[in-house]
């Protein structure tokens, strides 16, 4: 998948760049996740991958919100 290799700094950058919309500013809300995946990484809501579905992948522990170690996982799995 291009465009996924992005150093740790750059993943840092851009999470905090969305977290920092609304409520806590180390998590992602849905629709924070939303905006920061249609803007940075569209191709990854091809085909039967649907927001709702990647945020409960990436929610691990159910809080409703996203951490920067759960979307550094799912940006590990998908740069692979």
Known sequence: M??????PEELKQIF???AAKEGDP???CKEELKL???AEFPQLLKGSTTLDALFQELDK???GEVS?????A???KIAQ
Do not use: A, M, R, T
């Not at 291009?2 to 150093?7: E, F, L, Q, T, V």
């Not at 920067?68 to 550094?72: G, M, V, Y």
């Open 36 to 38: 920061l995946i249609q």
């Open 74 to 76: 799912l940006v590990k």
């Open 61 to 63: 522990n159910g809080d």
């Open 16 to 18: 905090e760049k969305y």
């Open 68 to 72: 920067f170690e759960e979307f550094q």
């Open 2 to 7: 291009s465009g996924i290799k992005k150093s």
């Open 26 to 28: 180390d998590q992602l």
